[in-house]
């Protein structure tokens, strides 16, 4: 959440507020607060050639 408000404040949108105060606003507008996931890596050994399969459907989608 600090950076978010790191970025507000860098963006001229505030001069400075808590973490606490940003959180209210959020809460008040009936936002929830998402936890940053990270991705990882397939261990599938035909991974890339399965992908390069399903993005070609959407560049070519098939009649059916």
Known sequence: ???FADQLV???VVLKFSRKTLRR???SGKVSWQV???WKV???????????RI???????SAG
């Not at 397939?42 to 390069?52: G, L, Q, V, W």
């Not at 993005?55 to 989608?61: I, R």
């Open 55 to 61: 993005l070609a459907l959407y560049d070519t989608p």
């Open 25 to 27: 606003i959020l809460r």
């Open 42 to 52: 397939s261990t599938d050994p035909d991974f890339i050639a399965k992908m390069h």
């Open 10 to 12: 860098r963006g001229h």
């Open 1 to 3: 959440m600090s950076k």
């Open 36 to 38: 940053t996931t990270t």
